[in-house]
């Protein structure tokens, strides 16, 4: 079987924009594969925890949950109730496979009728692509040390 191409290259959205176009290029990537590589997984190893670290369930109700809560910044909100209840209950094993890939499916989807309904003049390059800074924070580091007199460790 031929893998299909990546959405960005199965051509262009219809009525979307070149400069929104990537977003949901990326949302359709993720589904993707996200459903590929979780395929071959039982429910008890999506939330199995390796050496104690965080189960690939939380790592996918975190997706849904992430994409709902920046979908509401963009839209100008702040989280409510629900949201600020459901970000502490996502490292609870809760869910099938399906069930979280169906989950995170409904936050693209609705991420989408977001992303589709901005001005596209939100999202215009802004800048004028001249230069700028783009150095570490030295400075910042070196009045800390003075302050503090707090030294990184050379090891």
Not at 46 to 64: D, E, K, N, Y
Not at 66 to 80: A, H, I, K, P, W
Not at 83 to 88: E, N, R, S
Not at 131 to 152: D, E, M, R, S, T
């Amino acid at each position: 079987m031929i893998p299909q191409p990546e959405p960005w290259l199965r051509g262009p959205i219809e009525d979307v924009d070149p400069l929104r176009a990537p977003i949901l290029y990326a949302f359709q990537q993720a589904r993707e594969d996200l459903a590929h590589w979780t395929e071959i997984l039982t429910d008890d190893q999506i939330w199995f925890r390796p050496a104690g670290l965080a189960p690939i369930g939380f790592q996918l109700r975190h997706i849904a949950g992430s994409v709902d809560r920046l979908m509401t910044y963009v839209e100008g909100g702040q989280l409510n109730e629900v949201q600020l209840a459901a970000l502490k209950t996502e490292s609870e094993a809760c869910g099938t496979r399906d069930e979280l890939l169906a989950a995170i499916n409904q936050s693209f989807q609705n991420a989408e009728r977001i992303v589709r309904a901005l001005d596209p003049a939100t999202v215009q390059p802004s800048g004028g692509s001249g230069p700028h800074a783009n150095i570490q924070p030295v400075l910042a580091f070196n009045y800390i040390i003075a302050l503090q007199g707090i030294f990184p460790s050379r090891s």
